[in-house]
């Protein structure tokens, strides 16, 4: 049976909490109510990625495209959606995978590990991945001493020697000089004839319409279009064109009007719009809300506790409190439940734990002794 998708993502949203403090941070993490400001980097996105397809990302500087090939890696979780991956991926992006105080080599079997090959395999691609990345006797130094060049050749290295099924390459042959740009676009093009399946995020429009078979352009975190490379590249140089005329202000405005809507953004309207437009599209299917609820939420992983979790924590916290507050007074619990206000005020016979009533029952005892002596 051909499958009729490798990458499915359906009404995903991505949702950034603005802290100001690590304060702010760790009661949002309790889900205390904080007045902190929402930016919504993704509002709904949806799209397949068919087997052996190339798709080109493209899309102005924060439009969301890195949030949605990394939402795709697992290296973070969506906020609502559904995000169904069928093989493993390996992500090339300049920032991302690679840890800065490890060597080139370290990094080199770490993300090896990670990808679940074995010591044994990693050890006979080794001299293949550096070989390739061309960095020299820089693979035993740390990756923080490389140029964002020799970071983005060795994250590429190392992901397209894992042989992934799935190959996300986030803006990584941007950096690279011509030599290393075209052993990636050869090795690219390889990967595609293996009939891989690959997710390219470039803002070159030539490297896009080199390599992609569609192009789905991203604009401030929406899906404006996606089809065929040459009719969305060709949107997207109108829309450049159109945007590249206008005065610095009216750029400005229309930017701020854009990120204003990304803030405005309101997730339970949006669940009820697409609920709604199922409905249209499909006027016998029963339980629609209920479906779309679960595939807006059934797969995601929560960033902050859930509400069951939040009440436990308190309990456990309050509890906690009231033993200890308990113990200090001296009174004992039965008391303290028939008189609640004695749990500020300490009985006059201090209860001791233990074992210090057992060293004062000693010390007593040999008061006595002394005494009897004398
Ligand atoms: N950790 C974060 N916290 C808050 N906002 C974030 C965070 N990460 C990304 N964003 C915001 O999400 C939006 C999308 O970012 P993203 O990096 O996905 O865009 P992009 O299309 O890849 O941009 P570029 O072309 O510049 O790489 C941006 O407005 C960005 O500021």
Redesign the pocket.
Known sequence: MTEDYKIRVQNVTKE?D?FKTQADKLKSFFSIKTNVPH?W?LMGISFDVKPGETLGLI??????????SNIISGIIPQTSGFVDVRGDTSIVAISAGLRKNLTGRENIRLKSLMQGLTNNQIDNMMDDIISFADIGDFVDQPVKSYSSGMRSRLGFSIAVHIKPDILII??ALSVGDDTFYQKCVDKIAGFKAEGKTIIF?S?SLRQIELLCDRVAW?NY?ELKTIGKTKDVTKKYREFTKWFKGLSKQQKVDFETDK?QI?KDFDINKYQNQVIETEQKEHPDEKRVAAKIKKRFYSSVISEKMPKLTVAFTWLVVFATMFFCLVNISGHSISHIVKNPSSIVKPSKTLKLPGKLEQASGIKKHHKTQKMSVK
Request: net charge neutral; no cysteine; proline share 0%.
């Open positions: 950034y603005l930016f980097s899309g102005v500087n924060g439009s969301g495209k890195s949030t949605i986030d803006e995020v803002h991203i975190g990120k990304q």
